[in-house]
């Protein structure tokens, strides 16, 4: 699939902002693709798709987490971790697209998780630091995506949790997991 058949596929399911969005996350993506040698336009779909199911309806989504495979503790968390898990089944199921890499792409891009691959940790990082985002600690984040995703992956993750933990809302484990995963990582302990 093309990047204009995506992009057609994707728009009646995002509003104006959340596509710019989108566009600014997938070019962000396939530059850093390029940079650390992963297929491009694989990172592209990813890319495209990771916000599909960003305005499904939260008790369509609650439905799909429970007739699914999809872990059924997603439901004691906040309903905006669910888009990635229930984009990434319906990205499949509607659009067709099957790759492994893609769809873990989408389904681990907002929480992240313990040993993400490069694939997941490029999607990751191009939604945090897509030019649209203004973030405290975001220049840092920025700098390092081009040096060292791990280190980029665990300043995102460390302003994640401390904005959560501010606003005193839950954080989901793998959200913990990744962080401490790579805490570990660029202390060269793993
Ligand atoms: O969908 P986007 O707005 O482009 O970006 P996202 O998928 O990263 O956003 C989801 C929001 O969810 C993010 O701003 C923070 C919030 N959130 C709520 N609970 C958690 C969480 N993010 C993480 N990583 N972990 C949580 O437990
Ligand atoms: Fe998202
Ligand atoms: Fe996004």
Redesign the pocket.
């Known amino acids: 699939m093309n990047r204009e058949s995506a992009l057609e596929l994707l728009k009646p399911h995002l509003t104006q902002s959340?596509y710019d969005?989108?566009v600014r996350?997938t070019d962000v993506a396939i530059k850093l693709a390029e940079h650390y040698q992963v297929d491009s336009s694989k990172v592209e779909l990813a890319a495209i798709f990771?916000?599909y199911a960003?305005y499904r309806d939260v008790k369509e989504m609650e439905q799909i987490i429970l007739q699914s495979n999809l872990p059924k503790d997603l439901l004691h968390?906040?309903s905006?971790?669910w888009?990635?898990p229930v984009g990434a089944l319906l990205v499949k199921q509607e659009i067709g697209i099957t790759d492994a890499d893609i769809l873990s792409g989408i389904h681990w891009?907002?929480?992240?998780k313990a040993h993400m691959s490069t694939f997941e940790k490029i999607i990751?990082i191009a939604?945090?630091i897509?030019p649209g985002r203004d973030f405290p600690g975001l220049h840092e984040v920025r700098q390092q995506a081009e040096h060292d995703l791990d280190t980029a992956c665990f300043l995102a993750?460390k302003n994640?949790?401390a904005?959560?933990v501010k606003k005193q809302?839950?954080?989901?484990?793998?959200?913990?997991h990744?962080y401490n995963y790579f805490k570990r990582k660029i202390r060269g302990v793993i």
């Open positions: 959340r969005h989108t996350v990771h916000d960003k968390f906040h905006e971790l888009h990635g891009h907002t929480t992240g990751f939604d945090y897509e993750l994640t949790i904005f959560l809302q839950s954080i989901y484990p793998d959200t913990f990744a």
